[in-house]
């Protein structure tokens, strides 16, 4: 470790003011600890704080990008509270956090707590980006119009996102019939997790219908249980650690990434190896998404920040060159 633990402020990466104060920070972490939809196993209250907490014992240099992608600036915000009264008062206080941090030029980055929160980034985010790219990677399609007297429970996160914008989903291996009926006569683009396990549908094919603005949605149940079991609602048969990335990587080259969100950590008491992964998972995709800006020397180069900081692009791609590619839909055949 890099650091001593003892001395480790309380924030993601644990770094100190000159890297995590708002005025330094390109990117901003919104913990949000709201369950209050969840079924099977709740928990993912307790996300955040857990992502949090392993984030401040990770390596900072990224062994992937060979860049210490901290240099960005990172600020982490105190947690969202959240609120009992209805799902609706949730989401409309994580649209207000969102957008506030999006108006100040800064990329939004959500940490759950569950996976209905998405909707309040979406909510904020699509005021400042008329054509917005979705992309879901999750277990579930989540496509449910409403679910137990709801329509911003986290069953119906798919659903919510369709409404705002071009959705593709990956890792898909779980839906009711209501869903697959929806998915059938609507744009979404779906991709099941046993195509992608078997070789027959390729990263580029999953993004290639994504636009130049993009948001992306991570629930960790799109891992398989072996990798991530710390989630509320596991599903057999998910994508790998790496084949997560890959995906995530393909995504980010060549478009502005708008804001980003990692939900349904579940912690389980005496494993830390799911929060240190989801830690890293983040991290990582801020190394993503600042890819051009870090370079490979391992320092961010000091630019006039813009709300456009979180565009990367691909090699020997122009500036503003981030191209509009026809949607396409695989029905997992």
């Known amino acids: 470790m890099s650091r001593t633990p003892r001395f480790v402020p309380r924030n993601f990466c644990g770094l100190p003011p000159a890297y995590s104060s708002w005025d330094s920070a390109r990117a901003v972490i919104i913990p949000v600890p709201y369950d209050l939809t969840s079924t099977y196993v709740s ?26 992608t901290f240099r960005i600036g990172i600020h982490t915000q105190d947690r969202l509270e959240p609120t009992a ?55 579930h399609a989540d496509l449910r119009d409403a679910y137990q007297g709801t329509r911003q429970s986290h069953a119906c996160a798919g659903r919510r996102a369709a409404e705002m914008g071009t959705l593709v989903q990956a890792g898909i291996r779980s839906l009711s019939a209501e869903e697959e009926r929806f998915r059938l006569g609507s744009d979404v683009a779906t991709f ?45 048969g998910g994508l790998g650690w790496y084949q997560l990335l890959g995906i995530l990587r393909a995504a980010c080259a060549g478009r502005r990434v708008v804001g980003f969100d990692v939900v349904e950590l579940c912690p389980i008491p005496g494993n830390v190896a799911p929060d240190f992964l989801a830690a890293k998972l983040v991290y990582r995709m801020l190394g993503y998404v600042f890819a051009d800006l870090l370079g490979r020397g391992g320092s961010a180069r000091r630019t006039r920040k813009t709300p456009d900081a979180g565009h990367t692009r691909a090699p020997g791609e122009t500036k503003g060159g981030g191209r509009h590619l026809r949607r396409r839909r695989s029905d997992g055949a």
Request: hydrophobic share 40%; charged share 25%.
């Open 192 to 236: 099941f997790a046993a195509d992608i396990a078997e070789g027959r549908v390729s990263a580029q094919e999953i993004v290639a219908g994504l636009g130049e603005e993009l948001y992306i949605t991570v629930d960790l149940d799109a891992l398989d249980p072996s990798v991530m079991p710390a989630t509320g609602t596991p599903e057999p």
């Open 43 to 68: 928990g993912s209250r307790s996300g955040p704080d857990a992502i949090i907490g392993a984030s401040m014992n990770m390596e900072h240099f990224d062994e992937e990008l060979r860049v210490e």
């Open 85 to 139: 009264s209805s799902p609706d008062d949730m989401i409309a206080a994580v649209e207000r956090a969102v957008g506030r941090v999006a108006a100040a030029g800064k990329l939004p980055v959500t940490l759950g707590g569950e996976h209905s929160i998405t909707t309040g980034a979406l909510r904020a985010l699509k005021r400042r980006h008329r054509k917005l790219s979705i992309l879901q990677l999750d277990a």
